[in-house]
Structures are given as structure tokens and as C-alpha cells.
């Protein structure tokens, strides 16, 4: 019998089937690609998490990706402003958002000489103080997180890009050994964690990632827990890591031992050419970036810094994968296809 069905049901079934086929037609999510290949790709997530006037945030967070980071909250400053008062509540809120959604968590960071409480950046601390110090925050923020935090980037930062460690209240107050304190601090405040050095401009070889190599090296060889290393890789779309012998950068301190992360991948839009060009630009840097991951064994995660151009530290340069409209970019295309889908 011919249907007789009311047209307003028949155009809601015509409308239902086509959003079926498109569906179907959409591409696999960055994250489920990933996960075929045994890869972590993830995103610092600030501010807008919550905000019910951008449902868009969460819900691409959820998709796309399988590890988050908190681009703040799990700072010093963030946490602390006064010796033994931690406030957790942000952070925990981001914790519990990846445990909803099946996400894994870098925990970011607990010894680096930015976002300090003014206490600890100005105090004039003996070393026997400061390693107290130290103790104590990486005991209560590892500890805290204990069992939910998979990776921590233990010390950020700690090599001047003038060669030499960089002065920090840190170094000032102990010296050199402050770094494999606090690794062996930060094992005891949460076994399970695996525990990284991450830093900046130390993606290609060059001066400041021999210097580096060298530190990790020997960290490595006095038995300090240091389980990984990650280059932040905050770059522009002029970059070329295959100039900047990336692969065989993060090679070497795989060969170490090492598990490798790239952390805080961002790519700002630079150069000559029409936006068009400089978009597919930044869309190569970001597609080599993953594919000089993906070519070396140990290399696990690929972490943006944020996703959407709307939310972000540089956001003037539009330096990620989704336009401040959340539409996604060539970029986002770009590590579909380096993740082997189709864009
Ligand atoms: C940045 C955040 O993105 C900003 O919101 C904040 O104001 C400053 O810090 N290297 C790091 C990150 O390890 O923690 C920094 O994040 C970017 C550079």
C-alpha cells in the first residue's frame, strides 16, 4: 500500500536517511585512527571546558582525541599560593572529564620557573629548604593524582637556550642534582607514573637537543627514574622537520631508553604566499611532525597545545587544527591522512 504517512513524518525519515549517509560518510575521528596504530594524540585543554555557551569545545575534545593536559591547572601558581594549601578543584574537574571519556592524562608540570607561587620564585632558600620544598609540592600534586595521572612531565624547561642550565630558583637554591631530586621525588609520590623531561626548542638536532641528549644521558646512567622525554615543538608553518632531522632527533633519545612525547605541538601561520598556501604549510609541518612520531618505535603521544584557534596561547597566529569557529583545518586533514584515513 502506498504510504499515506503524513508528509511532515515522511520528510523527518527522508531527513534521518540523510543524515545516516552522512555519517557514514564521515571520517574516522583523529582519535580512533590513532588508536588502531597504537598512538596517543592529544590536547591541552584550558578554560572553555565547561563553558555551556561553546558545547562544541567538549565535544570535540571527547572525539578527537585519547590523552588531555591541562594547559594551566595543574601548574604551581594554579594550585598554590601558599605553602600547604593546594586547591585541586580544576583540575580534578579535567581528570574526571577523561575518565568519562576514556582518556588518558599528562599531567603538566611540577618543577619549572614560570607560573611559581611568589613565595617559592622570590624566597632565599639554604638547599636542604628548597629540597623540602620541592619534596613537599611534588608529594602533595603526585600524590594527589596518584594512580590518574599516566604520564608527568616532571621538569620543564631546565636547559638555557644559551647552553648551560637555566638559572632558576631551583638551580640557584641546590644546584645541578635539583633535577634528579625531584625525579626521585616524584617516583616515590606516584610509582605508576611515568615520569618525562620536557622542553622547547630541542625538536631538530641542534646545540640546545645535544645538550639535552647529553643531560638525560647521564641522568639515565646514575639510575635517576626518568622514563620519557618530550619536545614541546611549538613551531610555524616555515618549519621543515625533515630539515631539522627530527626523526633522528627523536631516535636518539629513544636509543637512550627513553619513552618520547611530542607535548605541545602548535604551528603558527607565517610566512610568504597566500593564506591558502599558508595553511597547506602548517598543514605539512603538522603531518611531518606525526609521521617523524610515528617512524620511531618508542614515540607514543602527540599532544597539541589546545585545538581550536579560538582557545589558544598564540591564538593570533591561528596556530592549530581548528578554526576559531571549531571548523576544522587542512591541519585537521593533514593528520587524518598521516594516520592513514582518508581526509
Ligand atoms: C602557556 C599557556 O598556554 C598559557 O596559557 C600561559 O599563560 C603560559 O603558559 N611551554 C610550556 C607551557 O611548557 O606550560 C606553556 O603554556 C607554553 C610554553
Redesign the pocket.
Known sequence: MRSRANPLLRTLAAGAAVLASLALAQPAPLRALAEQRGLLIGA?V?GALYDPLEPEYAQILAREFNLVVA??AM?WASLSNERGQYGFAGADALVRFARQHGQRVRG??LI?H??LPAWVRNGAFSREAMLAVMQEHIQAVAGHFRGQVAYWDVV??AVSDRGGLRETPFLRAVGPDYLEHAFRFARAADPQAKLFY?D?GADGINTKSDEIYALLKALKAKGVPIDGVGF?A?LDSTFSPRQARMRENLQRFADLGLEVHIT?LDVLLRGAGTREERLEAQARVYAEVLEACRAVARCTAVTL?GFTDAYS?RAAAEPLIFDALYRPKPAYHALLRALGGTP
Open positions: 591541552a584550558g594547559e594551566n601548574k603538566h608540570t619549572w614560570e607560573q620543564n624547561e620536557n622547547y614541546q611549538h605541545e597545545w596561547w
